[in-house]
């Protein structure tokens, strides 16, 4: 019984994978509207999730196979001891795969965000006139990128558009100014 069970696993990780390179290959997606690699984890940005589809399916690839191995090993023959190698094995298999993925996207998924710590001292252009103790619009330009945000004078004095203000602080997405 325990071998049916890690050839099913084996088959369903395999069906799966084939599944989702084949529609990957044709330009469609496994899920509603997203990649097969999206998925929940504690992250803190993009990246490849621990959580993904493609994670799970390598584990249960992995599950199968190394159970099979394991249940035809004698000394590990019995479930209570093949599954939990198995389990172990399929989780180092997973383990690997979520790190050489996340490496792979931390060299390839580069972003065109500013990196907010270097925005303080920066000189910006008023877009959208700041009305006093209001919020308007700044643009500035940061790595060959122009950006606009929300921003506030910190005396609260109005600014027109066209004037030129120095960047003081960011909280939040909302920029503090004060004119140059």
């Known amino acids: 019984m325990e071998f049916l069970i890690y050839l099913f ?18 330009g469609g997606h496994i899920g509603s509207g997203g990649h097969a ?11 490849f999730s621990a959580f993904s589809p ?7 690839t992995a599950f199968g196979g190394f159970g099979i191995v394991f249940h035809n ?14 389990a172990l094995c399929a989780l180092g298999v997973a383990s690997v795969l979520v790190w050489f993925m996340r490496k792979v996207f931390a060299h390839t998924q580069s972003s065109s965000e500013s990196r907010i710590s270097t925005l303080v001292g920066m000189t910006a252009t008023v877009i959208g006139t700041i009305p006093e103790n209001g919020v308007g619009e700044i643009a500035y330009v940061q790595g ?6 929300p ?13 030129v203000v120095k960047i003081t602080r960011v909280v939040a997405s909302q920029f503090y100014v004060e004119p140059t």
């Open 9 to 26: 696993c084996l088959g369903v990780g395999l069906v799966f994978t084939l599944i989702t390179f084949v529609m990957g290959h044709h």
């Open 144 to 149: 060959g990128s122009r950006y606009t945000a």
């Open 151 to 163: 921003a506030r004078v910190e005396t609260g004095v109005p600014l027109p558009n066209g004037r």
């Open 37 to 47: 690699e999206a998925g929940a984890d504690a992250s803190d940005g993009p990246g």
């Open 73 to 86: 090993f004698g000394p590990t023959r019995p479930a209570f001891i093949s599954a939990p190698l198995a």
């Open 54 to 60: 493609t994670v799970i399916a390598s584990f249960v």
